[in-house]
């Protein structure tokens, strides 16, 4: 693991929550569309918020 700052950590948690919040919402919106292909892009959008979610967990020297 890096040497992170405090002011560092602080602003990846705050990534962290924002990606996380993004993510369980387009899951939602997955999951209550009733367009297919439009479902289908939001649980696209939810998988790249989950990737970016793991990585900065990854920069944190956490777990998912």
Request: with cysteine; aromatic share 4%.
């Amino acid at each position: 693991m890096t040497n992170l700052t405090t002011k560092d950590v602080w602003a990846l948690t705050r990534l962290l929550t924002g990606e996380e919040l993004a993510c369980k919402k387009a899951r939602l919106y997955a999951n209550t569309l009733t367009d297919m292909a439009l479902a289908q892009e939001m649980e696209n959008v939810a998988r790249a918020h989950s990737a970016r979610f793991a990585a900065l967990c990854t920069l944190l020297g956490g777990q998912e």
